[in-house]
């Protein structure tokens, strides 16, 4: 089987992951995520989903594996540019790949971080994007992905990062671009192939498989160590319910939901992962995934507690992501450590080569 039709069987699962790169470290106290009082988050994490993007909505929908056995590698060709759809014009932007890794490193991880993290990031984004541009190729499409962060990976113009920085603009915009030009001939490559490539603003602790969020297993997707990010800012957050617009969402989401007596009895034992991700969790004579409370009541994590006192229902979560792949902050506490972007991403994607 070449890798063009290899491609095309794994459609389903990049698409679902694809609609996911990460979780901008940016966004941590974004306004943008502030959660209303119906539970209304506006990240997505797209996996079928658009949503946690960064992230938010629910996860992948169909299941779809990639096989790597018995088919012919092929080698691939490096884009220099990328086609990138605006989502407000509608207008195709064709970008050569420096511009974009500069713009989209910039968009995804905040430039304070140090240098290493950032080279790190920046051959993150570039596998990312490579991989989607030979799906995209695959399907036909006449851009390779959007500007939408919800949906792909974000991605900033000139004019929006001198006004996001202002007049930091040249300290920054140097800094970013000397990461970007370091390492901007290398991918990260699984059996041959650009991996998926996804990140995440900061973990649990540990960050988990693919197999336990998505549903998909990838040898290079596994659940690493990654404590420093309980020392990342807002590591916890509570947000917080009546009982009664708990009762509201839920009911909303499954009609069959019935729920009686306090609420203090409705929360059955959830099934959880090493990592702390909530796989399921029985509700009244319901259960519910993890994936769907994180999206129905707007929370920044699928590894979350749930505590009931005086008619009030917080739910206190740990990181911030989807979980999987690169930890953000834990790539920038590495990096103060005196690691090196090479190991920083040996580390959180195992089993891959830089090439």
Known sequence: MTMKRHFLYSAVFSLLLTLIPALPAYCISAPELVISAKGEQQLTEAITETVETSEISTEPVEKTVETVENREICPIEKATTYKVLDVNSGEIWEISVREYLIGSVSAEMPASFSDEALKAQAVAVHT???????????QG???DFTNDPAIHQAYYTENQLRERWGNEYDTFHEKISSAVDAVKDELLFYDEEP???VFHAMSSGKTDTAGNVWGSDKPYLQSVDSVSDKNAPQYEKVVTYT????????????????LEGNASEWFGTPNITDAGTVLSIPI???????????????????SFSIDVED?????TTYGFGHNVGMSQYGANAMAKDG???????AYYYPNTSLQ
């Not at 690691?339 to 991403?345: K, P, V």
């Open 128 to 138: 990312y994007a490579e991989r989607q541009h030979i799906v995209a190729q695959e």
């Open 141 to 143: 499409k006449n851009y």
């Open 195 to 197: 991996i998926l490539c």
């Open 243 to 258: 009982a009664e617009q708990v009762r509201c969402i839920l009911g909303n989401a499954k009609s069959s939901l019935y």
């Open 284 to 302: 009244g004579n319901e259960t519910f995934t993890g994936q769907e409370i994180k999206s129905l009541f707007g929370l920044r994590s699928a």
């Open 311 to 315: 008619n009030q229902v917080s739910f």
């Open 339 to 345: 690691c090196t972007y090479q190991e920083i991403l």
